[in-house]
T-cell receptor
Framework: GENVEQHPSTLSVQEGDSAVIKCTYS??????FPWYKQELGKRPQLIID?????GEKKDQRIAVTLNKTAKHFSLHITETQPEDSAVYFC???????FGAGTTVTVRA | DSGVTQTPKHLITATGQRVTLRCSPR?????VYWYQQSLDQGLQFLIQ???????AKGNILERFSAQQFPDLHSELNLSSLELGDSALYFC????????????FGPGTRLTVL
């Protein structure tokens, strides 16, 4: 089955700086890569996703890039704000295999 | 609010017991997925149902079972509970077998004492 690795496990950034989270996957047949944000005690919420026929997708301050050859994809958050503090999960394939999560802390 | 509902919100029970978790998908969604989230293991896929039939199986223990009913709601049954089964259990739904976007319910927090 699919194996997704996510780095880093924790990330602390100054408000206004950028945050980057990277994931790698193992199954070359995977064609769907969502990112979820989960606040403490809450449900994971889909924030952005990308399919294998696209190399990059952007939604306001959030962007995702995909390199199918290298089998890795990344989440970029620009101009970080305190409300961006949460755990972020990458995932691949369907059914989804999730990365272990990255705890992002935005320092005011 | 994702439109996916789960009951109960919290469940406290003892080892050896059996519990049933319930999930109602978003209106129109045919697929239901169950996930377990433990502190040390992240989000683990358990099982998927599509329009009443089992579609995919993940790391689901033999003590656990699930089903999806004609009205598309789903139930996850956990039996012979162990301390290690304490976790958040999420269900998610999506529109079709091939459409991937999944929307999560609020979860059921299970505590086994």
């Amino acid at each position: 089955g699919e194996n997704v690795e996510q780095h880093p496990s924790t990330l602390s950034v100054q408000e206004g700086d950028s945050a980057v989270i990277k994931c790698t996957y193992s199954d070359s047949a995977s064609n769907y890569f969502p990112w979820y944000k989960q606040e403490l005690g809450k449900r994971p919420q889909l924030i952005i996703d990308i399919r294998s026929n696209v190399g990059e997708k952007k939604d306001q301050r959030i962007a995702v890039t995909l390199n199918k050859t290298a089998k890795h994809f990344s989440l970029h958050i620009t101009e970080t704000q305190p409300e961006d503090s949460a755990v972020y999960f990458c995932a691949a394939s369907s059914p989804l295999s999730f990365g272990a999560g990255t705890t992002v802390t935005v320092r005011a | 609010d994702s439109g996916v509902t789960q009951t109960p919100k919290h469940l406290i029970t003892a080892t050896g017991q059996r519990v049933t978790l319930r999930c109602s998908p978003r209106s129109g969604d045919l697929s239901v997925y169950w996930y377990q989230q433990s502190l040390d293991q992240g989000l683990q896929f358990l099982i998927q149902y599509y329009n009443g039939e089992e579609r995919a199986k993940g790391n689901i223990l033999e003590r656990f079972s699930a089903q999806q009913f004609p009205d598309l709601h789903s139930e996850l049954n956990l039996s012979s509970l162990e301390l290690g089964d304490s976790a958040l259990y999420f269900c998610a739904s999506s529109t079709s077998r091939s459409r991937n976007e999944q929307f999560f319910g609020p979860g059921t927090r299970l505590t086994v004492l």
